[in-house]
């Protein structure tokens, strides 16, 4: 699957939850996910998150890793830190925007069927 696909899956799960609102940024925070050739730019805010092109570096996260790893991460399969502490990933930005994403990522995985 490409990275796009992987972002805008998240991006309709976030869309659907109401409950995220309140700690979305007012000012939008551009997450660029990337994986060899593959880049996704996700932008975060009280307005629609979407898939965006254009963005401030100042305001930037950015999230390197395999396909595998960013695919288990966003999928909700594996949290950010533990991909952080298995050198699976590399965060660049605040440290503030890698907790706001990692809240969002932990919030919006999707539903598994327990039993």
Same mark, same amino acid.
Request: aromatic share 4%; with cysteine; proline share 3%.
């Given at each position: 699957?490409?990275? $796009?696909?992987?972002?805008?899956?998240?991006?309709?799960?976030?869309?659907?939850? $109401? &409950?995220?609102? @309140?700690?979305? @940024?007012? *000012?939008?925070?551009?997450?660029?996910? *990337?994986?060899?050739?593959?880049?996704?730019?996700?932008?975060?805010?009280?307005? @629609?998150?979407? %898939?965006?092109? *254009? &963005?401030?570096?100042?305001?930037?996260?950015?999230? $390197?890793?395999?396909?595998?790893?960013?695919?288990? %991460? %966003?999928?909700?399969?594996?949290?950010?830190?533990?991909?952080?502490?298995?050198?699976?990933? &590399?965060?660049?930005?605040?440290?503030?925007?890698?907790?706001?994403?990692?809240?969002?990522? &932990?919030?919006?995985? @999707?539903? $598994?069927?327990?039993?």
């Amino acid at each position: 699957m490409e990275m $796009r696909e992987l972002v805008g899956q998240f991006v309709e799960r976030m869309q659907a939850l $109401r &409950h995220l609102m @309140p700690i979305l @940024p007012d *000012e939008q925070l551009c997450v660029r996910f *990337e994986s060899g050739d593959e880049t996704a730019l996700l932008l975060i805010g009280k307005e @629609p998150a979407a %898939l965006g092109m *254009e &963005h401030d570096e100042r305001k930037t996260l950015t999230v $390197r890793g395999s396909k595998e790893a960013l695919a288990s %991460l %966003l999928n909700g399969e594996l949290k950010l830190q533990q991909l952080v502490r298995l050198q699976e990933v &590399h965060v660049s930005g605040s440290f503030r925007q890698l907790l706001l994403l990692e809240s969002l990522l &932990h919030l919006a995985k @999707p539903y $598994r069927d327990v039993g």
